[in-house]
C-alpha cells in the first residue's frame, strides 16, 4: 500500500462564500439540481457560482463504471427522467447562470449512452436563455459512439463538447476500469470530424503515479486528434477508500505543462492543482 501523503500547502481546502454563492446554492436545493460543484465539494465552487458557471449532473447520481478514483455511487441506474431537460434549463434560467457545464454518469445501459438525453438538455437549456453558453462533458459512450454523435446536432450542438481522458494509457486498466484510451481519443476527433468550429476539450488528473513524459505524451496525442483545449489538475483522494494520491505536482511543475500544452497549439490551457474539468470554463473557452 502507498503512504497517505501529506497535503501540501499549495492545496486549498475550501472556498470562500458570498451572496451571490449563497442565492444559487439555495435555488439549487429548491429545484433539487444536483452539480458536481456540489457533490465533489469543488473548492472553486465559490469563484465559478461567481461567474455564473456551474456543472450540473444530468441521468441520475448512479454510474453503472466503478472507477477507484471517483466518488459516484454505482450500481444499476434509474430510466432517464423525460421531464429532466426542461426542469434543469428553467432552473439555469431562474439562477441566471451564463456558463454551464452538463456531465453525467456512464450509462453503459442506454442504447446511446444517454446522448440523446444530453442533447435534450443542451436544446433545452438554449432555448429557455438566449446567449448561454453550454458545454458538454460526456462519458465516453464507448460501443456507441456514433450512434451518440449522431444526436449532437443543430441546436444540440455545445459550445464547447469536452471528453477527459483522466489519466495516461499506462494507468487504465487500474484507474479506469471499462474504458480505452484509443476510444476515447477516437471520440473526441470523431466529434471535431463533425463540426470543425467547436472546440473540443479533454483533461487529466495528475498524481496517479503519471510521470511527466507520459503526460506529454497524452498531451500530443490529443493535439494529433484535433483537441483544442486541455485541463490538467490535481488528483485528490475522495477518502481511504479510493486510490491514494501517488505524487502531488507542484505548481512549477503545472506551470511548465501549461507552457508546453500552449507550445502543442493547444488554444487554452487551465493548469494547476486546484484545476477541474469545469475550472474557468467561462474564461477559456473565447467567445
Ligand atoms: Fe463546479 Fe467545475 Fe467550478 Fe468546480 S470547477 S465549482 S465543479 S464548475
Ligand atoms: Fe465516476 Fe465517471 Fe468512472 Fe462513473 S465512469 S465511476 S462517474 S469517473
Not at 465552487?45 to 461567474?51: R, Y
Not at 427522467?81 to 441566471?96: K, N, Q, R, T, V
Not at 463538447?161 to 477516437?186: I, K, M, Q, W
Request: aromatic residues 6%; proline residues 7%; hydrophobic residues 40%.
Amino acid at each position: 500500500d502507498a503512504p497517505v501523503l501529506r497535503k501540501p500547502a499549495w492545496i486549498r481546502a475550501r472556498a470562500p462564500l458570498g451572496p451571490e454563492v449563497r442565492r444559487i446554492k439555495a435555488l439549487m436545493r429548491e429545484h433539487k439540481l444536483a452539480t458536481v460543484c456540489e457533490e465533489a465539494m469543488c473548492p472553486n465552487l465559490g469563484e465559478c457560482f461567481n461567474h455564473g458557471t456551474a456543472t450540473f449532473m444530468i441521468l441520475g447520481d448512479v454510474c453503472t463504471r466503478r472507477c477507484p478514483f471517483c466518488d459516484v455511487a454505482h450500481g444499476r441506474p434509474e430510466p432517464p427522467d423525460p421531464a429532466e431537460p426542461e426542469h434543469l434549463a428553467s432552473s439555469i434560467a431562474a439562477m441566471g447562470l451564463r456558463y454551464v457545464v452538463i456531465t453525467s454518469v456512464d450509462r453503459d445501459d442506454l442504447r446511446d449512452g444517454g446522448a440523446a438525453h444530453f442533447a435534450a438538455c443542451v436544446r433545452a437549456v438554449r432555448a429557455q436563455e438566449a446567449g448561454i453558453r453550454v458545454e458538454v462533458l460526456v462519458p465516453d459512450f464507448r460501443g456507441r459512439e456514433s450512434v451518440a454523435l449522431e444526436c449532437f446536432v443543430d441546436d444540440a450542438v455545445p459550445d464547447v463538447f469536452n471528453h477527459n481522458l483522466e489519466t495516461v494509457p499506462r494507468l487504465y486498466r487500474e484507474a479506469r476500469p471499462g474504458a480505452d484510451y484509443v476510444g476515447s481519443l477516437r471520440l473526441l476527433e470523431a466529434f471535431k470530424a463533425r463540426h470543425p468550429d467547436v472546440l473540443t476539450k479533454s483533461g487529466l488528473m495528475l498524481g496517479l503515479g503519471e510521470t511527466r513524459d507520459e503526460v506529454l505524451e497524452v498531451m500530443r496525442a490529443l493535439r494529433d486528434h484535433g483537441c483544442d483545449m486541455l485541463t490538467l489538475g490535481q488528483y485528490l483522494q475522495p477518502s481511504r477508500e479510493h486510490l491514494p494520491v501517488r505524487r502531488y505536482w507542484t505548481p512549477e511543475e503545472f506551470d511548465s505543462l501549461r507552457e508546453a500544452g500552449e507550445a502543442m497549439g493547444f488554444c487554452n490551457v487551465a493548469s494547476g492543482a486546484m484545476v477541474r474539468s469545469s475550472y474557468h470554463a467561462d474564461l477559456q473557452a473565447p467567445l
